[in-house]
C-alpha cells in the first residue's frame, strides 16, 4: 500500500509530503516527494520539488550522522541511557551541546556544527574525524 506522511525538518521550515509503499522491505524502500507544501526561504528558487525534497533530506541526513558520528567517535562525551524496555541511547553529557547552522541559499547550502563546552583541541580531533568519515565538504566544525 502507498503510504504517505508531511513532515516538516528541524534543519529548515519546509514542510514536505512523501510516499512510500510499505509492501517494499524497509532496507529496500525509497521515499519521493509527492507534494512540496511550503518552500522556506533558504530553499527558494530550487528547480523542481524532487531537487527541493533531496536537497532537504540530505541535509537532515548529514546534521543527524555528524552527531551520530561525533558520538560513537568519542565516548568520552558521551552518557549511555537505558529505557524501560532495555534499549539503550546515547546523548551527550551534561555541558556539552551540538549545535548546528546552514549557510547559503538553495540546493547546496553548508552546514556549520559547535560542540559547546568541548575544548579547542578536542574541536580539532572531531574535525579531523568528520574529515575522515567523508564529511569535509560542506562542513565546518566552529572552534
Not at 525538518?9 to 524502500?29: G, I, K, N, Y
Not at 565516548?75 to 529505557?83: C, G, K, R, T
Not at 556539552?96 to 549557510?103: H, T, V
Request: glycine residues 8%.
Amino acid at each position: 500500500m502507498i503510504r504517505k506522511t508531511t513532515w516538516s525538518p528541524d534543519t529548515c521550515e519546509c514542510v514536505l509530503e512523501f510516499e512510500w509503499d510499505d509492501a517494499v522491505d524497509p532496507e529496500m524502500r525509497t521515499h519521493s516527494v509527492s507534494q512540496v507544501k511550503k518552500t522556506c526561504a533558504d530553499h527558494e528558487g530550487i528547480a523542481s520539488e524532487g531537487v527541493q525534497f533531496t536537497s532537504v533530506m540530505a541535509e537532515n541526513k548529514t546534521k543527524n550522522q555528524v552527531m551520530k558520528k561525533v558520538m560513537d567517535d568519542f565516548p568520552d562525551l558521551v552518557d549511555e541511557v537505558v529505557d524501560e524496555n532495555g534499549g539503550v541511547s546515547k546523548k551527550f553529557k551534561p555541558g556539552i551541546k551540538y549545535e548546528y547552522s546552514f549557510k547559503g541559499k538553495g540546493e547546496n547550502r553548508s552546514i556549520e556544527v559547535d560542540f559547546v563546552g568541548v575544548d579547542v583541541l578536542k574541536k580539532s580531533q572531531i574535525e579531523a574525524s568528520l574529515s575522515l568519515g567523508g564529511f569535509e565538504k560542506g562542513l565546518n566544525v566552529k572552534k
